[in-house]
């Protein structure tokens, strides 16, 4: 079968590091990705990876480990904008290429 | 600049009517999507469609209808047949289905059953 977890809620103080974590379980890879959320509005793209390692975009990362079918997104610097959900989705080759998508990660950034 | 646009950003039905979400793109994308997300749980599939005159039933299809008339525009209706329609639904847009690319959303139109 195919599923994909993440924690529910995150907190984290501005200015400080935090890693989202994110695992999933599928028989047919083809790349993972990290958007974000804002409460109310439509989710933006944040990053993909399809091969193992490290993607950095400015203050965001993200992570990819297929052999342990696991992935993160980690966010440095936290600002107070950075609070919102963030859903991770891998693409599923045996689904016609659809996204399966993760419930979220809501972070709450504390001053 | 392009984009997708969803309207309303609001809707509110009484039990037993049908509404229709629209859903436009300036993109030039040929495949679309539409989802329904509600607290808790992970974007759920509803209907998509990777070209023009065509569309596939997605994980929760039931009390839903759509049509794709135009490479632009992908409708969706909910009908009366949907039994607990109040959620918030997002339509995407990809450049091709069978792509790595990622999806450009809407900004989502939230629809209440009063």
């Known amino acids: 079968g195919q599923n994909i977890d993440q924690p529910t809620e995150m907190t984290a103080t501005e200015g400080a590091i935090v890693q989202i974590n994110c695992t999933y379980q599928t028989s047919g890879f083809n790349g993972l990705f990290w958007y974000q959320q804002h409460a109310g509005e439509a989710p933006t793209f944040l990053s993909y990876?399809?091969l193992d390692g490290l993607e950095e975009k400015g203050r965001f990362s993200s992570f990819l480990s297929r052999s342990k079918g696991y992935s993160y997104l980690l966010l440095k610097e936290l600002q107070m904008k950075d609070s919102a959900s963030y859903l991770c989705?891998?693409?599923?080759?045996?689904?016609?290429?659809?996204?399966?998508w993760g419930a979220g990660t809501k972070l709450i950034i504390k001053p | 600049d392009g984009g997708i646009t969803q309207s309303p950003k609001y809707l509110f039905r009484k039990e037993g009517q049908n509404v229709t979400l629209s859903c436009e793109q300036n993109l030039n994308h040929d495949a679309m999507y539409w989802y329904r997300q509600d607290p808790g749980q992970g974007l759920r599939l509803i209907y998509y469609?990777?070209?023009?005159?065509?569309?596939q039933k997605g994980d929760i299809a039931e009390g839903y209808s759509v049509s794709r008339e135009k490479k632009e525009s992908f409708p969706l209706t909910v009908t009366s047949a949907q039994k607990n329609p109040t959620a918030f639904y997002l339509c995407?847009?990809?450049?091709?289905?069978?792509?790595?690319?990622?999806?450009?959303f809407g900004s989502g139109t939230r629809l209440t059953v009063v």
């Open positions: 990876n399809v």
């Open positions: 469609s990777q070209i023009v005159n065509d569309f």
């Open positions: 995407a847009s990809k450049e091709g289905a069978r792509t790595n690319y990622g999806y450009t």
């Open positions: 989705a891998f693409q599923a080759l045996d689904s016609n290429y659809q996204l399966i």
